[in-house]
């Protein structure tokens, strides 16, 4: 049996803009307590899948250009500025852990992020814990998802029985499917059934320029427990740009910036300013790719 894929796509004013929907034929949530445990689970349904028993998994793609793979999750030595969040209230609850997994026909790959609920299926995060232009290019084959208010705790210590989804229908923009260009590495996941009537969702607007006071939501993708973090702090908008001064560890990839309940920005692959880290703003030209479906 091969692998296979369809992908098409919408366009919008911008050819950049334009939005381009990946749907993967393999519809499955791997299991396991831990990312490894999940990576070797969905390494040997892509075996028994493909009919393919060579199949292996390689390891967690990271934000290193230097050592691009890694075989556990990156484990960052940093000063760390972040609070733990209380996954049952707003605006925490509606944000989540995510995995995604990549399958280049011979090897899986791991990629850890975070992302947030906008609407009852719809899972925001970056385009590039989506569609990788890392270590080799194509799009994720599946995803896993927690939403942190169903398992109350906001980590994922012991394999919760609530609050985990998936999917496997894959958006992003041609900016950065076909041009690897960071001002278009936003996404989403259209997950395998709605979470919003469990933990509500968040807006997305277009910030106004100047300091706003923002949370600032994160996963610790380098650790096991994948520990839920969150901070109520200043953060500077520009028209294409958020600077904050909120630790975002590896793994993390796809934090929201929210104000007012809305997501205004998503930490993506754009590098640290000094001591600043930059998050992508939700800029007029792009914000009809966040309409309705």
């Known amino acids: 049996m091969g692998h296979s894929i369809t992908a098409f796509s919408e366009t919008y004013d911008s050819d950049l ?6 749907e993967s034929a393999i519809n499955y949530v791997p299991s396991g307590s831990t990312p490894i445990e999940r990576s070797e689970d969905i390494t040997e349904y892509m075996q028994n899948f493909t009919g393919n028993p060579d199949i292996s998994f390689e390891g967690f793609i990271t934000d290193d250009e230097e050592n691009p793979i890694s075989t556990t999750p990156t484990v960052t030595r940093m000063m760390d500025n972040r609070i733990k969040a209380d996954p049952t209230l707003s605006p925490y609850k509606q944000c989540g852990y995510l995995e995604t997994y990549f399958f280049d026909g011979t090897s899986i790959y791991t990629k850890q992020g975070t992302g947030a609920l906008i609407d009852g299926n719809r899972f925001v995060t970056a385009g590039s814990m989506l569609y990788s232009h890392e270590h080799f290019t194509g799009w994720a084959t599946s995803s896993l998802i927690w939403v942190a ?3 109350g705790r906001g980590t994922l210590e012991e394999f919760p029985t609530s609050g985990q989804n998936g999917g496997t229908r894959f958006t992003s923009m041609n900016g950065w499917t076909n041009s690897a260009n960071p001002r278009y590495d936003l996404g989403y996941i259209i997950l395998n059934s709605p979470l919003e009537h469990l933990s509500g969702r968040l807006d997305v607007a277009i910030p106004t320029e100047g300091m706003a006071l923002s949370n600032v939501v994160s996963y610790s993708g380098n650790l096991f427990e994948q520990m839920m973090w969150g901070n109520e702090r200043f953060v500077i908008n520009t028209p294409e740009l958020l600077f904050h001064d909120i630790t975002v560890s590896n793994g993390s990839i796809g934090v929201p910036i929210i104000q007012n309940s809305a997501i205004v920005g998503v930490t993506t692959t754009l590098e640290k300013q000094g001591n600043m880290s930059q998050a992508l703003a939700i800029r007029q030209e792009i914000y009809s790719f ?4």
């Open 149 to 151: 208010s169903q398992d």
């Open 290 to 293: 966040f309409s309705p479906q």
């Open 17 to 22: 803009s334009k939005k381009v929907t990946f």
